[in-house]
């Protein structure tokens, strides 16, 4: 009874992400914090409203207030700050032609796919993205399809979001299906962090999809810290290159959370066990409310050259920053001023 099992699988996800933490002192209670520490910090909500995962938490070592996955979701009074060149829009893309649909690259299309994710990670560059005016639906389907097919320049659709991994199997099994039907489309793209908040979202139904499909298809997972990659996950994910999918991780430098050659080099280690290729190490956004995890471009370039250093060469992160307009994302070494 393959469908029984298909839909009590993806019951299992949805049923977990409805479970959800989303009140800071909820969180606090869980994780034995210091109650006048979680009161100073909740407020913060106001300005990103906070949501994790019972499996992240559960990765989160109890009463430390500094634990590295804690501070990537508990909203910060330093939130607050203002520093100049932190801005609402960082990449400029509140404003394209097509809502939903971001034509950044020449061979490659964004689809803003759905608009929520499974966890808020309080330094997202999204964080105030209007993702109710971005609603991807059946219209921006259509155009997604007729910009593709028109423009043949275009090879791949990266499915970004959000989260993208929100949809569901059938809903992800429909667009590949009309994906499929464009000719000089060669690859579709996954960006997600869901498999690492929710393991249980790398399904096998999905999986074997995608391996069935005549396009490559790529999953990049988003993980910061070694301690993201729980066993749960790395299941997962060798279940998912089981199938032939290529599988990459992108993180981004956080202060206090990942800025340090070890713990990088522990997570590209991690990953690695679990059949996943470092890919990019992303320099902050500088999104307005995330200032205080901003690691400047020298500490940056740094703790790269410690990586060069302690790892082989295919498990160090390309140092990259995104920079609006920019055809392509700028390795560190040439973005410095
Ligand atoms: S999962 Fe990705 S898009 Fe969602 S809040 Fe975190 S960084 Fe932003």
New binding site residues.
Partial sequence: MPDAVAFSVRAAWQQELAQAIRDPLQLGQLLDLPETWVQQHAGARELFPMMVTRHFVNLMTRGDCDDPLLRQVMPSADEYLERDGFVVDPLQEQNNEHPGILHKYKSRVLVILRGG?A???R?????HFPYAEHHFGSEQRRQLLDLVRQDTAINEVILS???PLLATDTQLERLLSELESVPQLRRVRIHS?LPVVLPSRLTQQLAKRLEQSRLQSILVL?ANHPNEVATELAQGLELWARHGITLLNQSVLLRGVNDDVEVLSDLSEKLFAAKVLPYYLHQLDAVKGASHFAVTDAVALTIAEGLRTALPGFLVPRLVREIAGEPSKTPLELSRC
């Fill in positions: 994710c966890i808020n990670c330094y997202c560059f999204r964080r979001g959000g989260d962090r988003h």
